[in-house]
């Protein structure tokens, strides 16, 4: 059975750091590209960072980038989000996603999610 964990959401004021942890279980960790996303009160989820397989590569939604980083560990079967410089628009529930292919079928799963609350 597979499990996505997420840790480390919070309260923080703004322009305040939090990091975000996924840990998975029940797959093969390597072998998924791993995703952030995240969903605000009445709007559609949206991705916020991917990384690939081996860590090799990165890509962010233009609101993130520069403020927060995704990193991963293959060993620990984990996935972070470094969010710095935080915003009040960046208020969500945020997602870990596991996604991979194979034999031309889409494998995708998700975590329960983790409040991130910015405020003052």
């Known amino acids: 059975q597979v499990q996505l964990v997420e840790s480390g959401g919070g309260l923080v004021q703004p322009g305040g750091s939090l990091r975000l942890s996924c840990t998975a279980s029940?797959?093969?960790?390597?072998?998924?590209?791993m995703s952030w996303y995240r969903q605000a009160p009445g709007k559609e989820r949206e991705v916020v960072a991917t990384?690939?397989?081996?860590?090799?590569?990165?890509n962010y939604a233009d609101s993130v980038k520069g403020r927060f980083t995704i990193s991963r560990d293959n060993l620990k079967k984990t996935v972070y989000l470094q969010m710095n410089s935080l915003k009040p628009e960046d208020t969500a529930v945020y997602y870990c996603?596991?996604?991979?292919?194979?034999?031309?079928?889409?494998?995708?799963?998700w975590g329960q999610g983790t409040q991130v609350t910015v405020s003052s």
């Open positions: 996603n596991a996604q991979t292919v194979a034999l031309l079928r889409t494998y995708a799963y």
């Open positions: 029940g797959l093969t960790f390597s072998n998924y590209a």
């Open positions: 990384i690939t397989r081996s860590g090799g590569s990165t």
